[in-house]
C-alpha cells in the first residue's frame, strides 16, 4: 500500500539555523516524490520534485531534498531558515505514468523563533 | 493564467443540505482531483479524473460525487452534508505533457463548515 510518514508534527527552529523535515515513504513501484508548503489560509505550493537522476535535487526558496531510495526517504533541507519559512509542509508520492494520484503525509508545522 | 480557481472559498451548510463545490483551470490539463485537508491527516483523495467523461474513487469517496463534461471543469457535489464533512477542500489539476514537468496545481482552497 502506498503511504507517506512524516515524523514530526511540529518542528520549531531558530532563524538563521539549519532545518531538517522528513519523509519516509512506502510505494510499490518507482516513485516520484514532493515536497509542497502551505501558509496559512492559501493552497499548496511546490517547493521541488524528484522523478530519477541527482538525488540531490534543488527547489525554489532555497530548499534541497536527497532521495535515499535504500531508507525510502526524501527529506527536505535548508541552510539557513527565515522568518517566512513558517508554514506547514507535505511531502508526496506519485505514481509513474499516473499523474493523477498523489498522496501525502501528514505534514509537519514549522516554527521559526527569532 | 489564473490557474486552477475554486468557488466559493467559504461555505456553511446545515446537515442534510446539498451544494456543489466549483473547480476551474485554464491550463488544459488532461487530470483533476479533488482532496480534503482534516488536521493530522494531510491531504486525502476523494475523486479524479484523468479527462472529460471519466472520473474514478480515491480513498475517501462516500458522500461525494463528481463529474468531468469538459477538460477545464471538475464539480464536487455534496449529496447530504454531514458534520464528518466539514474540511478544507482542494482541487489539483495536472498533465502529462512531458514527464518532468508533471506536478500538480492545486487551487486556494474552499473551507466548508457543515452545523
Known amino acids: 500500500a502506498q503511504s507517506v510518514t512524516q515524523p514530526d508534527i511540529h518542528i520549531t527552529v531558530s532563524e538563521g539555523a539549519s532545518l531538517e523535515l522528513r519523509c519516509n515513504y512506502s510505494?510499490?513501484?518507482?516513485?516520484?516524490l514532493f515536497w509542497y508548503v502551505q501558509s496559512p489560509g492559501q493552497g499548496l505550493q511546490l517547493l521541488l520534485k524528484?522523478?530519477?537522476?541527482?538525488?540531490l535535487v534543488q527547489g525554489i526558496k532555497g530548499f534541497e531534498a536527497e532521495f535515499k531510495r535504500s531508507q525510502s526517504s526524501f527529506n527536505l533541507r535548508k541552510p539557513s531558515v527565515h522568518w517566512s519559512d513558517a508554514a506547514e509542509y507535505f511531502c508526496?508520492?506519485?505514481?509513474?505514468?499516473?499523474?493523477?494520484?498523489?498522496?501525502f503525509g501528514s505534514g509537519t508545522k514549522l516554527n521559526v523563533k527569532p | 493564467n489564473a490557474g486552477v480557481t475554486q468557488t466559493p472559498k467559504f461555505q456553511v451548510l446545515k446537515t442534510g443540505q446539498s451544494m456543489t463545490l466549483q473547480c476551474a483551470q485554464d491550463?488544459?490539463?488532461?487530470?483533476m482531483s479533488w482532496y480534503r485537508q482534516d488536521p493530522g491527516m494531510g491531504l486525502r483523495l476523494i475523486h479524479y479524473s484523468v479527462g472529460a467523461g471519466i472520473t474514478d474513487q480515491g480513498e475517501v469517496p462516500n458522500g461525494y460525487n463528481v463529474s468531468r463534461s469538459t477538460t477545464e471543469d471538475f464539480p464536487l457535489r455534496l449529496l447530504s452534508a454531514a458534520p464528518s464533512q466539514t474540511s478544507v477542500y482542494f482541487c489539483?489539476?495536472?498533465?502529462?505533457?512531458?514527464?518532468?514537468?508533471?506536478?500538480?496545481?492545486f487551487g486556494q482552497g474552499t473551507r466548508l463548515t457543515v452545523v
Open positions: 510505494y510499490g513501484a518507482t516513485p516520484y
Open positions: 489539483a489539476s495536472s498533465s502529462r505533457q512531458g514527464l518532468m514537468n508533471t506536478e500538480a496545481f
Open positions: 524528484y522523478f530519477s537522476g541527482d538525488t
Open positions: 508526496a508520492v506519485g505514481a509513474a505514468y499516473n499523474f493523477n494520484k498523489f498522496y
Open positions: 491550463m488544459n490539463h488532461e487530470y
